[in-house]
Nanobody, 123 residues
Framework: QVQLVESGGGLVQTGGSLRLSCAAS????????MGWFRQAPGKEREFVAAILRTDWSTTYADSVKGRFTISRDNAKNTVYLQMNSLRPEDTAVYYCAVRRGLHTNAVDLWDYWGEGTLVTVSS
């Protein structure tokens, strides 16, 4: 079992920045990929970014490329999402997730999830 706890959400104006953190605990050795997803009101959960624990390979959704950066600190078992140039359409609950395998955009194939942190971008 892996437990995930997100933090760092909040209210920010358009163009602002936030950094989300996700601390993992439990069976860390199981984790191969760490990622972030988001779910806006009335919409399905969607992939945002992912990073492998064993190297620095990253993947991003087209909608956040060039604005968001995912990183990790294995010593702290923590993954981060630096979000810059935020837009109102980035408003969502952001979820941290991990999986035992390599990256996939498919939400159902991720093994463990945090409870989410709300990001609100005002116009």
């Amino acid at each position: 079992q892996v437990q995930l706890v997100e933090s760092g959400g909040g209210l920010v104006q358009t163009g602002g920045s936030l950094r989300l953190s996700c601390a993992a605990s439990g069976s860390i050795f199981e984790i191969k990929t760490m990622g972030w997803f988001r779910q806006a009101p009335g919409k399905e959960r969607e992939f945002v970014a992912a990073i492998l624990r064993t190297d620095w390979s990253t993947t991003y959704a087209d909608s956040v490329k060039g604005r968001f950066t995912i990183s990790r600190d294995n010593a702290k078992n923590t993954v981060y999402l630096q979000m810059n140039s935020l837009r109102p359409e980035d408003t969502a609950v952001y979820y941290c997730a991990v999986r035992r395998g390599l990256h996939t955009n498919a939400v159902d194939l991720w093994d463990y999830w945090g409870e989410g942190t709300l990001v609100t971008v005002s116009s």
